[in-house]
C-alpha cells in the first residue's frame, strides 16, 4: 500500500460550487500533515497545514481524521482560479530529509 | 529576494553525457532537497542536505550525486545520463529543525529531456 493515497481526478467542478478531495495515509505514527498547491507547469507552493481540530483559510477547509488516517480539503464557491493540482504531503517520522511524503496530487478543474 | 532559483531551465541532452543541474537559495535554509517529478508518479526525492557539509539519499538515488559545500547551492549531477532520467527536477529548501516541520520552497523546476 502506498504510503500517501490520492484519488488523482481530475475534478470537473463548475464555478462557484464545493468540492472537496480526500487523502489517505498509511503511517498511524504520522505527525504533520499538509496541502500543498502546484499549478500546470509551476513547482509546488503551500497551501495549509493541516490541524488536529481542523483548519480554515477563506474559502479553504482542511480536516485530519486519526482515526481512519486521512486528511480533507474542501473548497467553497470555487474560482476559476482554483484550478490546480492539489498535493497531499504527510510527515512520516523517520524518513529521509525531514520525513516529507508527496502524493501524487488531485487535478482539480473548474469550469465557467 | 529571489528566494530559490534553478538553472537551466530546460535542457536536452544525449544519452551518456554529464551534466549539473544548479540550484541556489538566497533564504539561508540550512536543508535543501532534489525531487523529480514523473506524470503518474508524483514528487520522488532524490537526495536531500539536512545542513552544509552533509548529504543524504532519498527515494530515487541511483545515477545522480549532490555536493553541499555551503549554505546557498546545492547541485545536483547526472554524471552519465540515461533517457529514464528524462523529467522535471525541482530543488527545494527548508529552515529544516529536529522533530519539527517547516515549510519547503520549491525552485521553478528543470525540465531534462534525455535523448
Known amino acids: 500500500r502506498k504510503e500517501v493515497e490520492q484519488d488523482p481526478g481530475p475534478f470537473n467542478v463548475p464555478e462557484g460550487a464545493t468540492v472537496a478531495f480526500n487523502c489517505t495515509y498509511s503511517n498511524s505514527a504520522s505527525q504533520s500533515f499538509f496541502w500543498y498547491r502546484q499549478d500546470c507547469r509551476k513547482e509546488p507552493k503551500l497551501l495549509m497545514s493541516v490541524y488536529s481540530s481542523g483548519n480554515e483559510d477563506g474559502r479553504f477547509t482542511a480536516q485530519l481524521n486519526r482515526a481512519s488516517q486521512y486528511i480533507s480539503l474542501l473548497i467553497r464557491d470555487s474560482k476559476l482560479s482554483d484550478s490546480a493540482t492539489y498535493l497531499c504531503v504527510v510527515m512520516i517520522p523517520g524518513g529521509g530529509a525531514d520525513g516529507l511524503t508527496f502524493g501524487k496530487g488531485t487535478h482539480l478543474i473548474i469550469q465557467p | 529576494t529571489a528566494g530559490i532559483t534553478q538553472a537551466p531551465t530546460s535542457q536536452i541532452l544525449a544519452a551518456g553525457r554529464s551534466m549539473t543541474l544548479r540550484c541556489t537559495q538566497d533564504?539561508?535554509?540550512?536543508?535543501m532537497y532534489w525531487y523529480r517529478q514523473d506524470l503518474g508518479l508524483g514528487l520522488r526525492l532524490i537526495h536531500y542536505s539536512n545542513t552544509a557539509g552533509t548529504t543524504g539519499k532519498g527515494e530515487v538515488p541511483d545515477g545522480y550525486s549532490v555536493s553541499r559545500a555551503n549554505t546557498d547551492d546545492f547541485p545536483l549531477t547526472l554524471a552519465s545520463a540515461v533517457p529514464s532520467q528524462t523529467s522535471v527536477y525541482f530543488c527545494?529548501?527548508?529552515?529544516?529543525?529536529?522533530?519539527?516541520?517547516?515549510?519547503?520552497?520549491f525552485g521553478p523546476g528543470t525540465r531534462l529531456t534525455v535523448l
Open positions: 527545494a529548501s527548508s529552515d529544516h529543525g529536529t522533530g519539527t516541520y517547516n515549510e519547503q520552497f
Open positions: 533564504m539561508r535554509h540550512n536543508a
